[in-house]
């Protein structure tokens, strides 16, 4: 198997010009060697050291951002040895270690302001430095510490060239006397046993402008190469010069350990702590790398020491500590100088660059543990990179390797890495290449090497589980920086999954020659199922190995292998295309009804009561179901986009197929989130035992069977008592709704439904819009919310944004919501505001029937007068009248009528105007208003057919008012008849205050017309009249003759039959010819077959079709839910069902 190697993706980013010639200066001057680390905190900051220069820049874009030159006492200026990055009171800078002619100084350098805060002289040769604490006195933070290191402010480890290790009080807590490299304190006062009385001590130190520093080692002659704290176990370990290596407990400042790394006596350059995930006996562990000089051999050895401890606990601060130590001993052992690279030819020399560890610590929310729980890191890696100068090559090579602690566990802890595991597939060890890196940047030095944290992942499991190789840290992606003496250099290192799926992409159409070679690939990187990976590839055929490569492909989202297959194959005429084509289609097919078998099996106890939690294992597998569909949908798609001389049934079969896919799709989407909103699992106790939301089906179905019943009181036969919005939009959809909800026990048809399980049955209808179906489950939230008794709008927060819901829409919904739950004027609000969707005509009248029904006239008023909704039908003319009316708008009513009469509704709109007016007590305001001769007629033919006295004398004063003398006289001479059987003594007032109103009618008139009205008024007498039979009289002046009786025809009948037969004709060439576009539009906004179609081998077409409740209408829902009955089903559509739940 290659290697792996690094890609580029950056330039060389080069430092201020500045910045270099101040290093090439004191490197050429003053023959300084050139050294460099990244700070390897979060600060982003990379260090730069030649001579007395010292240049800090961003370890990003290589700008500068602080540089000082250090001055020494005398002529000879100091030489920067040491640099460790530290932070104290929110400031940030760098401890410095300065080499001088007569010795050390250690200085507090601050970044924000470019300059020494603090400088200590030191005696000898500084070698190493390590901060221990940057607080002090009665602290939380320091508490693990010594008690007398506790009354120091800022306590750092300084180790000199003689083995002296010294912890030195930097005396934070006074910063006023500012002191510089050339003023250091000059007397350090060193306490080699604890006194009893440090506060004291310490304070008559500092007075004399001293610093306290206690002996944690006394010199031995053996330089000290390295230092390093390990918070986590409260050691302070030493490296030395001769391979030799102390641990040092900090809170009893005691020696713990020293042992010796190897049989020679190598420097210890660098030491570095990496904890497991979850060592049950307390183990943590240690590396140390042993390395000589450049010019003095080529040996880098690397050790991993186990350190051992009787307790390990979990501080309240949330750091943990490890206690009792007991003992150290060393389990692996890497040589980077030779051994394992034994094809690469004789290393001259082996320089180590880096090392560092990561460590993730994943957070497990749905854990109820106890506070005090230890967590440990459930991803540990240990990097480090190293340069080999090859006999007989120019330049030098650039190794990164990962050493994952938690798999070399499960490795079962092997010594060290052999030669074959290195060559195959470690388990525990990856190696990457860094070789682009050298051949663009040539000859300029690495200095350093830094992996950034955050960019450590690994691809997407083909599976569930994922197979062993998919743990191998040689999955890994990262992205790497490299500090040159003249820049920095951004790259990215790949893993073996990543450069196999590059692979797959590049290959495409030419997969089918490559087909062994890429199912070796990705086998060895984990790609494919766990049950291949025992089988040997030589047992397979071409075909399994191609479906094994293709489902690698989808599972990772590689979908440019398939895509690109497709497109080609579709644009070549080779008779082999056809054949791939096929066979992708079924494979793609195959793998999607196994997929929602799949997903069935994990989704049933979901609904059925069985269990009360999910485990992440199920939401993973809930996840990938998911990933695979909606990758299997694109490649479904694609063959849609890309398909071309398809039949009619071919296309509806592929178009089924991908609505289908999707479909699919979209429902393990939406359950996985009702998974992470721990509304699944549906458990049978929900309301007894669990704390969360969940669907509290009765007490929301008794809330809106007696909202119905209420309305059907209100209603009092005059309203619509159908009118809850929820009830509205569940019809818009159709009777399969119903039908949906009527499956389950104790379903009513009606909403809620009984179960989260038919709820989200919806999204497996075809033939309902997206938006539709979102718009339902938001309600259904709001239920769920507000039957919560903590009322969080989290889950009204969160369904919109994981599905692109538009916030017009939620708005909408909620105002649908609030109205059906008699907040009306927070409704209102909600639906005038102007980001919320526009409501449509049937939500306009069913929004106005609630609040006539529930007696909201005014509010009903408010929202014609807001909204404005037109109006298409004579049942929604008649409604707006009736809330106009009931508001006593009389002139608007008018207008309004007036506005939207025809021939054929006019007596119907008048009619049910004069009804409200008579019923509202508006006849007299009604009188007033100008009538048209068809308005009068309907008015009178009204009045006429009511009885009553006050419908008559409304009538009478309608007649009097247009000067109808004549009728309202004749009105009145009837009215005196019928009063005659009436001894109502109020109905007789009343009828002398009309008589005499008329008899002044009467005398103002003329008395030609005062006789004739009167005359008129008088009722007829009509004489008795006998009838007789008489013959029918013979005319005198002509003869009679039978003809035979026959049709007459005249000339224009015969020419108007002659057009007409001109008219068929031209008709019917016109549909003969135009038959297959018509077919072509039908199927393209009713997608049904034709009858030829139909009975022709049973072809199928797509029955999908819009039927969003805010764009439709009940008519054309109706007839389309009446065509679709006579379709037959088509066997994709077979998927979009669920498995029988039993609880």
């Not at 986590?232 to 809170?251: E, I, P």
């Not at 009469?901 to 008048?910: D, G, M, S, W, Y």
């Not at 077409?1101 to 009446?1122: D, E, L, M, W």
Request: glycine letters at 4%; one cysteine or more; hydrophobic letters at 35%.
């Amino acid at each position: 198997m290659r290697d792996l190697t690094a890609q580029v993706t950056s330039s060389l980013l080069q430092f201020p010009e500045v910045t270099v010639e101040a290093l090439g200066e004191a490197e050429t001057t003053l023959d300084s060697v050139l050294c460099g680390k990244f700070s390897g905190g979060r600060s982003g900051l990379a260090w730069l050291a030649c001579g007395p220069q010292l240049e800090v820049v961003n370890s990003v874009s290589g700008e500068r951002l602080s540089a000082y030159r250090f001055s020494g006492v005398n002529e000879q200026p100091p030489t920067v040895r040491v640099v460790k990055e530290f932070s104290w009171q929110k400031r940030t800078g760098l401890l410095v270690g300065l080499e001088e002619a007569e010795g050390s100084v250690l200085c507090l350098y601050d970044l924000g302001i470019s300059r020494v805060v603090k400088a200590i002289a030191l005696s000898g040769r500084v070698t190493a430095i390590e901060p221990i604490s940057n607080d002090g006195g009665a602290s939380v933070s320091t508490r693990h510490l010594h008690q007398s290191l506790r009354w120091l402010f800022g306590v750092a480890a300084v180790a000199t060239d003689v083995g002296h290790v010294l912890l030195v009080d930097l005396c934070l807590d006074d910063l006023s006397c500012s002191q510089n490299e050339v003023e250091a304190s000059v007397d350090l006062e060193v306490v080699t046993r604890i006194p009893a009385e440090v506060p004291q001590r310490r304070e008559a130190v500092t007075r004399q402008g001293r610093h306290l520093c206690f002996q944690l080692r006394s010199p031995s002659g053996t330089a000290v190469s390295t230092l390093c704290y390990i918070s986590r176990s409260n050691q302070l370990v030493v490296g030395f010069s001769d391979g030799y290596l102390s641990l040092g407990n900090m809170k009893t400042l005691k020696k713990a350990h020293y042992t010796q790394l190897g049989e020679r006596r190598i420097p210890v350059c660098d030491l570095t702590f990496q904890e497991p995930e979850n060592d049950l006996q307390n183990c943590c562990y240690l590396w140390a790398v042993q390395s000589t000089k450049q010019s003095e051999g080529n040996v880098v050895n690397l050790h991993l020491l186990q350190l051992a401890f009787g307790d390990k606990k979990c501080l309240a601060s949330g750091q943990v500590m490890y206690e009792g130590f007991t003992h150290c001993v060393k389990l692996f052992s890497l040589d980077l100088s030779g051994g394992i690279f034994p094809w690469r030819g004789q290393t001259s020399n082996t320089k180590f660059l880096s090392f560092q560890t990561i460590e993730k610590i994943r957070s497990h929310a749905d854990r109820e543990d106890s506070v005090n729980e230890v967590i440990s890191p459930d991803t540990s890696m240990s990097i480090f990179s190293w340069q080999v100068n090859t006999h007989g090559q120019e330049k030098p090579s650039v190794y990164l390797g990962v050493f994952d602690i938690n798999r070399w566990y499960h490795a079962q802890m092997p010594d060290s890495l052999r030669p074959e595991e290195f060559l195959h597939d470690c388990p525990y060890f990856a190696l990457w290449s860094l070789d682009p890196v050298i051949s663009m940047t040539s000859p300029n030095l690495i200095l350093d090497i830094l992996v950034h944290e955050r960019s450590l992942s690994r691809g997407v499991p083909p599976s569930y589980p994922p197979p062993e190789q998919f743990f191998n840290p040689s999955t890994y992606n990262f992205d790497v920086t490299c500090l040159l003496n003249s820049g920095v250099v951004h790259m990215t290192c790949t893993g073996f999954q990543k450069e196999t799926l590059k692979f797959l992409k590049k290959s495409g159409p030419l997969i089918s020659e490559a087909i062994r070679d890429s199912y070796t690939r990705c086998l060895v990187a984990g790609l494919l199922s766990p049950r291949l990976v025992d089988v040997q590839p030589s047992s397979l055929s071409q075909e399994e190995q191609l479906e094994a490569v293709l489902s690698a492909a989808v599972q990772t989202g590689s979908l440019e292998l398939l895509t690109g297959c497709i497109k080609h194959w579709t644009s070549e005429e080779q008779p082999s295309s056809a054949v791939n084509l096929r066979f992708v289609l079924e494979w793609t097919w195959n793998k999607v009804i196994c997929t929602k078998d799949e997903l069935d099996q994990i989704c049933v106890p979901l609904f059925d009561g069985s269990c009360n939690f999910i485990d992440p294992q199920t939401l993973q597998s809930l996840q990938h179901c998911q990933l695979l569909l909606s990758n299997l949908s694109t490649v479904l798609n694609c063959f849609l986009t890309e398909a071309r001389e398809l039949t009619e049934r071919g296309f509806s079969d592929l178009t089924n197929k991908q609505v289908v896919t999707s479909l699919i799709s979209l429902y393990a989407q939406v359950v996985i989130w009702f998974c992470r909103s721990s509304l699944l699992p549906e458990g049978l106790d929900d309301h007894m035992h669990l704390s969360r939301p969940f669907y509290n089906y009765p007490l929301i179905q008794s809330y809106y069977t007696g909202h119905r019943e209420k309305l059907e009181r209100l209603s009092r036969g005059k309203w619509d008592s159908d009118c809850l919005m929820i009830d509205g939009m569940v019809s818009q959809l159709g009777e399969q709704v119903e039908k949906l909800w009527q499956r389950d026990e104790g379903g009513t048809g009606k909403y809620p439904p009984v179960s989260l399980h038919a709820l989200l049955d919806l999204y497996f209808l075809e033939s309902i819009e997206e938006s539709d179906k979102h718009a339902i489950t938001i309600y259904l939230l709001l239920d769920i919310m507000h039957s919560f008794p903590n009322k969080t709008e989290t889950l009204l927060v969160s369904f919109p944004t994981a599905f692109a819901i538009p916030w017009g829409l939620v708005k909408l919904i909620r105002g649908f919501w609030l109205l059906d739950h008699d907040d009306y004027e927070n409704a209102l609000a909600l639906l005038f505001h102007p980001a919320t969707i526009k409501t449509v005509s049937w939500q306009h009248m069913r929004i106005i029937q609630s609040l006539m029904c529930q007696g909201e006239h005014r509010r009903a008023l408010r929202y014609i007068q807001m909204m404005k909704p037109s109006m298409s039908s004579s049942s929604e003319v008649r409604l707006l009248l009736t809330v106009l009316l009931s508001n006593r708008c009389m002139v608007e009513a008018w207008g309004l009528l007036q506005q939207h009469t025809t021939k054929l509704n006019i007596e119907e709109l008048l009619k049910h105007m004069y009804e409200i007016c008579q019923e509202m007590g508006l006849m007299e305001d009604l009188l007033k208003l100008p009538f048209t001769d068809t308005e009068k007629e309907c008015l009178e033919k009204f009045l006429q057919a009511k009885s009553g006295v006050q419908n008559h004398e409304f009538l009478l004063v309608h007649h009097l008012q247009r000067a109808n003398y004549i009728p309202a006289l004749q009105l009145n001479q009837s009215m005196k008849t019928c009063l005659m059987s009436n001894r109502d003594p109020r109905l007789r007032e009343r009828a002398v205050a009309r008589n005499s109103l008329l008899d002044q009618y009467i005398k103002i008139l003329p008395t030609v017309q005062r006789k004739l009205a009167v005359e008129r008024a008088k009722p007829y007498r009509l004489p008795s009249s006998v009838l007789r039979e008489v013959p029918r009289p013979k005319p005198l002046s002509t003869a009679t003759r039978q003809t035979n009786a026959g049709n007459v025809h005249i000339r224009t009948s015969f020419i108007s039959k002659v057009l007409s037969r001109f008219k068929e004709t031209w008709l019917g060439n016109k549909k003969s010819s135009f038959s297959e576009y018509n077919k072509l539009l039908d199927l393209v906004a009713h997608p049904v077959p034709s009858c030829s179609v139909a009975q022709d081998e049973n072809k199928q077409s797509p029955c999908r079709a819009s039927t969003s409740f805010v764009a439709s209408s009940p008519r054309s829902k109706t007839h389309r839910s009446s065509s679709q009955k006579n379709l037959p089903r088509p066997s994709e559509l077979n998927l979009l069902e669920t498995p029988l739940v039993v609880k």
